[in-house]
Structures are given as structure tokens and as C-alpha cells.
């Protein structure tokens, strides 16, 4: 994965043609040393996909053309996955992390949900999925064959819902990615401050929820811990990687995403050293293993996210572009959907597509040409690309089959459907509604 890391980021940025086939090839050998190690849910999805590129080959006009396009996705997101990945190998040897997680399990029992999902959403930016580990194993903090009582489901919920938000707004984030190239038109500058507010306010909305079904529930009490001091210093070590990333997307005048690709991997050297600063000059040497490490144990245990994100960008192109696209838009004009709603259409698809066990990615990447574009549905491209960034995350909390409902049900000692559904449903609902009312308000007064 180090190789398709580096090819990817020439061929992306320095324009270098045959590099995306050296990363294509490296990604290929990858998946397929990674194959015996796979879960069996791993390549099921994995050969549906491959099945479902093969039969949109043959319904194509340009299938060589259209699949070299889809190589160069798969490889763009596996890139950028693991670039964002090398921040969670910093993470986990940081003090501050620890220190930060402690302060938020040691919340007063008054504002532990409140607390404990923002919290998860910082987190998320950093940790990825090492946040439901380090949060969600800490609040069970017993055996998961024992029930789970109240208190901590509604602290495995916060955690859930906090998380599952966190890559809805961050501009270092694959969702942000494909939001973008399936909005047409749609700009990161305009984008993201919406999807941080709409983000904030659905996490706002879950402190409501719990609050109003946690009355009867009295949570544990608080326990000593820090003050929140410690959360600022991970607020601005968040601020400085998306500072760095704006630097080179100005200083090298590529697009926002790109320049998380080039930016993350020095920064999460720089932190590795920060943490050594003790050892004087062995500190760089230190982190130098350390980073190594990362490269050689990391990038195979991310063998389930990178085959999810390959296989469904691949196969999502050829899809897409098989896919009766002027049959699909007559339908949608004959139904004279005001472009209002058009947010809230696919926000509803994400979430059906989940309860279908339809990866994000296949979703996002089949919807972007199954619809016709924002303007021509009267909606704004801006409010459209939000939609598939909250969309993104009501799915990702309320499918069965996806990891983030998967690992909470695990640490709780239960099935992703009734982590998703029964536990998450009812919230996943109000959420909907409160994006769809949010967004078709601002669709008249966003710039087209």
C-alpha cells in the first residue's frame, strides 16, 4: 500500500500517467495477498463487486476506458484512506489521546452523553475506527456475554452517533471526496461549513433524544479526570492538519484532497517525533521505526476498508456508467420533485441502499450518475453534496452491515440490526427529518 500511496500522489499531482498503472498493479498484488486473510464477509463483497463490474463492462460503449477510470478511483480513496490511516499509528502512542479519552469518560453524569459523542466525533478525525475501540470498549468495562445495562447503551449510543458523523464534515475525509464529484459544481469552501453546522446540530439533536428517553435512566456518577484543557490541545492538533492541508492545496494549486494525500504522512511523522521528545537525538530514529512499523503492520490490517473502498469505487464507476441514465431523469421530471426535496431523495436512498447492505461508496458512486445533475433538478449543488455527507452518516449508523454498527454491537454482545435499528432507529428517523427540513430551507438562499 506504500507504493500505490506514492504512485497515486504522482499520478494525481504531478500528472505522472504511468504511475496510476504502477499504483493499479500495486493495489491489485495488494488485495490479492490480503485475500486468504479477509473475512468471509469480506469476499462476498468483494466478489459481488467484481461480479457487478463484470456485467457493467459488457453494457458499456468504452468498457477499457471506463474501467481505467474506475482503477483510478479505487486507488485515489485506498490512497487516501491510508494517509489518514498513518494519523491513527500517531494516535495510539500519544499522551494526549489517552489523556483526552480519560477526561471524557470521567464526565459528570449530567453531560457524559453530550460529552462523550462530540468527543467521538473529535476523536473520529484522528482515530478513525480505533474510536469505538478506545471509547466504546472503555464504557462497557466488563464482559460483552454480560447484558448491557442502560447507562451504557446510552454511552455506547453517544459514542455510536458521534462517530458516525465525524467524517460528514472533515475536509480530510473519502466521504467529503465523493460528495464533491457527485454533486456537480458543488466547492469545499462552500461545502464544508454547512456540513459542520448540519453535522453539529444532528449531534445536538441526539442529546435531546437521550435526554428525553434517559430520564428514567440514572447514569453512573462522574469520576475524577482533567479539565477540558486537554480537549482544546486535540482541537487545535486537528486544526493543525487541516491547516497544513490548506498550505499545499494554496501552495501547490491542486484540489483539497490531494493535498490531505501529500500533507498527512509528514504530520503524522512530525507527531511521532513530537512524542519522542525525550529521547534527544534518538527521537527521529525512534519515530523513523515507528512510522516503518506503521507501513508494514498498519497497511495490511486495513485490508477490510481498502478492498470495501477499491472494490466499490471500482465497481460503482462501471455501474454508473451503465446505468439508463435518461430514463432515470424522465422519471424524475415526470414526478416534478421540487428541488427542495431533492437533498432529502438522497438522504432517503443512502439510508435504504444501507438497510440493503449497499457500501456508501456503491451508493454514493451509482447514485452521482443514475440522478441528473443538482441545477438541472432545480437544487442546489452545494446543498445536494451535504445531503450525501449526512447521508453518509444516518447509513453508516443505522445499517446492520456496516463496521461502525458491527464493532458497537460487539462491545455490547449484540447484532448490528439491533444496534442500528432498535437501539438507533428511532434517532436515525428524527435526523432525517430535521436534515430534510434543514436543507430544503437553505436550497433557496444557497448560490447556484
Not at 507501513?295 to 454508473?320: D, K, Q, Y
Amino acid at each position: 500500500m506504500a507504493l500505490v500511496l506514492l504512485t497515486t500522489a504522482l499520478r494525481e499531482v504531478g500528472g505522472v500517467t504511468a504511475a496510476g498503472w504502477v499504483a493499479a498493479l500495486a493495489l491489485t498484488v495488494y488485495l490479492g495477498r490480503q485475500w486468504a486473510a479477509l473475512p468471509r464477509a469480506g469476499k462476498l463483497i468483494l466478489l459481488a463487486a467484481l461480479a457487478a463490474a463484470a456485467v457493467a463492462a459488457t453494457l458499456v460503449p468504452q468498457p477499457a476506458e471506463t474501467a481505467q477510470h474506475g482503477l483510478r478511483m479505487a486507488c485515489f480513496y485506498a490512497s487516501l484512506f491510508c494517509a489518514t490511516g498513518l494519523l491513527r499509528g500517531a494516535a495510539e502512542g500519544s499522551a494526549l489521546i489517552a489523556r483526552s479519552g480519560r477526561q471524557l469518560l470521567a464526565a459528570p453524569a449530567g453531560t457524559r452523553y453530550a460529552a462523550l459523542t462530540f468527543g467521538a466525533n473529535l476523536f473520529g478525525l484522528v482515530l478513525s475506527f480505533g474510536t469505538l475501540q478506545l471509547l466504546g470498549s472503555a464504557l462497557r468495562q466488563g464482559d460483552a456475554r454480560t447484558a448491557v445495562t442502560a447507562s451504557q447503551r446510552r454511552g455506547l449510543l453517544a459514542v455510536l452517533r458521534g462517530f458516525a458523523f465525524a467524517s460528514t464534515w472533515s475536509p480530510l475525509s473519502v466521504v467529503l471526496a465523493l460528495s464533491l464529484a457527485a454533486a456537480d459544481d458543488a466547492q469545499a469552501p462552500r461545502v464544508l461549513p454547512i456540513a459542520f453546522a448540519t453535522a453539529m446540530a444532528l449531534l445536538a439533536l441526539g442529546c435531546l433524544v437521550d435526554w428525553r428517553e434517559g430520564r428514567q435512566t440514572a447514569a453512573p456518577p462522574g469520576l475524577p479526570g482533567e479539565g477540558w484543557q486537554v480537549q482544546l490541545r486535540l482541537l487545535a492538533l486537528v486544526g493543525g492538519i487541516v491547516g497544513l492541508s490548506l498550505a499545499v492545496q494554496a501552495l501547490l494549486a491542486i484540489r483539497l484532497l490531494e493535498a490531505v494525500i501529500l500533507a498527512v504522512p509528514p504530520f503524522a511523522a512530525a507527531w511521532m517525533v513530537a512524542q519522542e521528545g525525550g529521547r534527544g537525538a534518538g527521537a527521529l530514529r525512534h519515530a523513523g521505526r515507528r512510522l516503518a512499523r506503521q507501513v508494514v503492520e498498519a497497511f495490511p490490517s486495513f485490508r477490510m476498508e481498502v478492498m470495501i473502498l477499491a472494490s466499490a469505487s471500482f465497481a460503482g464507476t462501471l455501474v454508473a456508467e451503465a446505468l439508463p441514465a435518461n430514463t432515470i431523469a424522465g422519471a424524475l421530471r415526470a414526478l416534478a420533485l421540487p428541488g427542495e426535496a431533492v437533498p432529502a431523495l438522497v438522504m432517503a436512498l443512502m439510508l435504504l441502499a444501507g438497510q440493503l447492505a449497499i457500501n456508501p461508496v456503491l451508493t454514493v458512486t451509482v447514485l452521482a450518475a443514475a440522478l441528473p445533475p443538482p441545477l438541472a433538478m432545480g437544487a442546489s449543488p452545494t446543498a445536494v453534496a451535504v445531503a450525501y455527507m449526512a447521508g453518509w452518516g444516518l447509513c453508516v449508523g443505522a445499517s446492520p452491515f456496516t463496521l461502525t454498527t458491527l464493532i458497537i454491537g460487539r462491545i455490547a454482545g449484540e447484532s448490528g440490526r439491533t444496534v442500528g435499528l432498535g437501539w438507533n432507529g428511532r434517532f436515525t428517523a428524527l435526523a432525517f427529518l430535521l436534515a430534510s427540513l434543514w436543507l430544503a430551507a437553505l436550497t433557496p438562499l444557497l448560490p447556484a
